[in-house]
């Protein structure tokens, strides 16, 4: 389940922070509007607000399957395209 969700495109998908060395991110959610290489940008009670990967572990789409930022960190075309996600 988690290289289905890792190997979609996440713009237009909610998406859910579960931890970051920040607490107040923790809890944040909203819908998906933009994905670079080092960075989410989210939109929340509509505003756009940017994320950096490397410092939050997130959840899209109602999954149960946490994704690690520090993992993620290409650009969102070669993460789709990908035929195997290796760690």
């Known amino acids: 389940m988690v290289n289905a969700t890792l190997n979609q495109s996440w ?3 909610d998406m859910i922070i579960t931890s970051s060395p920040d607490a107040a ?18 939109l929340e009670n509509n ?7 490397n410092s939050i572990e997130f959840k899209i789409g109602g999954s149960d399957a946490t994704i690690k930022g520090t993992l993620v960190r290409q650009r ?3 993460r789709i395209y990908r035929n195997k996600w290796s760690e």
């Open 11 to 13: 713009i237009g998908r």
């Open 76 to 78: 969102s075309e070669d």
């Open 25 to 42: 991110l923790v809890g944040r959610n909203g819908l998906v509007v933009d994905e670079t290489r080092e960075t989410i940008t989210m």
């Open 47 to 53: 505003r756009e607000v940017v994320f950096g990967k």
